[in-house]
């Protein structure tokens, strides 16, 4: 009986100190499960658009436009339409990513404001215009890419605001009220309060092992709770009064 009552208090006193823990797993499990990641990414307010290729001819007469230029070359060169005009990313050394309008040759990048508010406003759903453009030079819990980047928010009742970096004009993130939300849920489940991404922190690890152990306590207090290890010492005393 000593022996139950000493793991009864370990299961209650650890019980305790991880309520409050295991209420947020318990609340952020079931966020996760009601979300589908691919609306918490805003995957669903991407506008569509008609794939824009960029033909062999065109290609090769900017590249060309390019080296007459004594545009320094690049480990990786990526061709791609950037609003219906065809580009050239260069990018790879220690240098930032270049990027080029291949039909005039003009170098593009760092993009100005004005250029990112419309790249935000074609990849957003809809005919919305941007709110509010700003300029991000450092990472945030939120953003966590390519710097320099533009903040680009609109007012479409889900706070939704998309990250398009400065030197390649690809939008790097997209966010909302909900994301946020998710965010801040994501950093309670794995107690990494601060950048939300950590799941190796020693307060998880520990908070995981005293878990652990008020399940092993209440495995070894389950027959005591069921009453079988009362009916034990009963029909052991029966058998010793025969």
């Given amino acids: 009986m000593a022996g139950s009552g000493i793991w009864a208090k ?39 658009q008609r794939p824009a290729p960029v ?3 065109a290609a090769s007469a900017g590249l060309r436009r ?36 291949l039909t ?19 990849d957003h759903a809809g005919d919305m215009r941007a709110s509010l453009v700003a300029r991000i030079t450092a990472n945030t819990p939120e953003y966590r890419a390519a710097l320099p980047a533009w903040r680009v928010d609109f007012e479409d009742g889900a706070g939704r605001s998309l990250y398009v970096a400065a030197d390649t004009g690809a939008v790097a993130a997209r966010r909302s009220t909900l994301w946020r939300a998710y965010d801040f849920l994501w950093g309670l489940h794995i107690m990494d309060w601060r950048g939300h991404e950590d799941f190796n922190t020693p307060l998880l690890i520990a908070a995981t ?3 652990l152990v008020i399940i ?27």
């Fill in 10 to 48: 370990i299961h209650k006193w650890l019980a305790l100190v991880m309520a409050i823990q295991i209420l947020f797993w318990f609340v952020s499990g079931l966020f996760f499960a009601a979300f589908p990641i691919e609306r918490v990414r805003s995957e669903h307010a991407i506008a569509e």
């Fill in 55 to 57: 033909a062999l001819d």
């Fill in 66 to 101: 390019l080296a007459a230029a004594g545009v320094a070359a690049g480990e990786r060169i990526e061709l791609r339409s950037l609003l219906g005009r065809p580009v050239a990313l260069l990018s790879g050394g220690a240098g930032r990513p270049r990027l080029y309008d």
């Fill in 104 to 122: 005039t040759g003009r170098r593009l990048s760092p993009i100005p404001m004005t250029f990112a508010a419309r790249i935000a406003e074609a």
């Fill in 209 to 211: 092992l005293l878990g």
């Fill in 216 to 242: 092993v306590t209440g495995i070894v207090m389950f027959p005591s709770r069921l009453g079988y290890t009362a009916w034990r010492r009963r029909r052991r005393a029966r058998r010793q009064a025969q």
